[in-house]
């Protein structure tokens, strides 16, 4: 179902700023550039693509106290909040508490981690990211149960090397507040690896700020929002103690500049080792999938991706349609290409592995592809005959069908296609409905086969409308509005630098 596993790297970068929940007025949806969706869905993709007040900060600021503003799922899965304390000397202490629920209120362990990070150098691979080195000096637990400290010195005894085999004896009794010492860089000792434990996410780092709208009883004010984007971890087990990120996490928010309401920012904020944070109850929503479902920031996957996604599921026949805008700027200002993708899916079951989450298996039968710069065309027009619509009929803005040639093989499109995904609904603090859709594999693969269903999830997507009984396809969306300019600017030119970037990058994805 997920048509975002294409990569075209450019070099542009630019940066802009975000307005949330703000009313479109009329008068801003008239013109040729106007999209035929209702308002909200058009306004939320506009301020996305036309970018507002967000900024990076480069380099990036990072001392301060950072936190989580949720529950947060990682892949396995895991449930865990997080509290990351930055110092001006470049000293960290990190606190990650993991629970059995994923509603993050039955804590098992807390870890706290100490070491020191160096900023480096903007990343070559992730346009907007910097890399930093970290070493870490200590890693203590504390169990918050027997139970919790039972199966996880087990699991560290059996798979932590010979140096932790007795790293607790099997009948140790809990003591409350007791803190285990588990990596000691002094001691040349590391019993983290049956853990899965690692915090390569420091190897990869951004700082967005952004303003967040304040509706107050007369005027319109702003909050700024910090926010912290850490690296993502590898979907695979067996590969996240060697993975080096290339994309990221949610992103943890300072303490001192986080969105408001957040019911969960001052708990996380004030918990340490021996008091993890618990979260306020929040109700399971039912599975329902009917309406419209837009990005609700520019996301960014591994191997350098950047993307917009928009949604609609019709629940009646239990048909769904999205399209996949493609960037080449971590800020989603520069197109690339679209993907337009349908097809169905089946009724849904609740998870076995994950829980509160829902199974679902998704089918792509149709695609269609608009290449938005002139590199993409490149690359589609010197395409194998059958291979990818009609070679030779590509251009910049026009939509060409590549369901007979079954899919796209330069963009990996292989159709049809079978997706076995993950799917959770949650409300913000706002009372908007979001969209939890399965990560994908960090390998550039699919989840195929149900061996490889999701378990954890994308950045959300936000509900724009409900039920509707068609999907008002859009003609012209602000990028193509903008098309005429596009046509007689340098941004058109074909550069070696990144058409040569199209093809390495393109090698390491498939969707098959």
Known sequence: MEASRFILEHFAYTSGKKLW?????????????????????????????????????????????????????????EFLTRSYIFYANRLFKAYQFYYRDPSCRDP????????????????????????????????????HGQRAMQETVARINQTSGEQCSGFLSAGRTWTPGALYELLSAKAER???????????????????????????QKNQGSREVEELYLGDIHTEWSERLHYRPTGYQRPLQNAMHHIHPCPACGIIYR?????????????????????????????????????TRYFTFHGGNR????????????????PTFTVYASGHYTEGGPSLIVRGGTELVFKVTQAQVTPMDQVTVAMLNSSDFGSCGDPGSWSVGRELDVTHTNGCAA???RLPHTEYELFKIEQDTKDRNLLFIGERPTDGSSPNTPSKRPTSYQSPLTQCAGPSGTFLRHTKPNYLGRLEDYLNSAALKVRPEAFLLAFLALSLVRWD
């Open 21 to 77: 929940d703000v009313p479109v007025p009329q008068e801003e949806l008239a013109g040729p550039g106007k999209l035929r969706w209702e308002p909200q869905c058009q306004y939320q993709l506009r301020h996305l693509q036309d970018g507002a007040r967000i900024s990076a900060l480069l380099p990036p600021r990072l001392e301060g106290h950072w936190i989580s503003t949720g529950c947060e799922v990682r892949p396995g899965p």
């Open 108 to 143: 098992t362990y807390s870890l706290v981690i100490k070491g020191k990070i160096r900023l480096r150098q903007a990343s070559w691979i992730t346009r907007g990211a910097t890399e930093a080195d970290y070493h870490l000096h200590k890693v203590g637990i504390v169990f």
């Open 190 to 216: 590391d019993c983290t690896a049956g853990l899965g434990f690692a915090m390569h996410e420091l190897s990869l780092v951004r700082v967005e700020k952004y303003e967040q709208p304040l509706l107050l």
């Open 271 to 307: 918990a340490d080792e021996h008091h993890p944070p618990i979260l306020p109850v929040r109700p399971e929503l039912p599975m329902l999938l009917s309406g419209r479902w837009v990005s609700s920031r520019c996301e960014v996957r591994p191997a350098v991706l950047f993307l």
């Open 319 to 334: 048909t769904w349609e999205g399209y996949y805008y493609h960037y080449s700027d971590p800020l989603c200002k520069q």
């Open 411 to 413: 963009l990996g499109i």
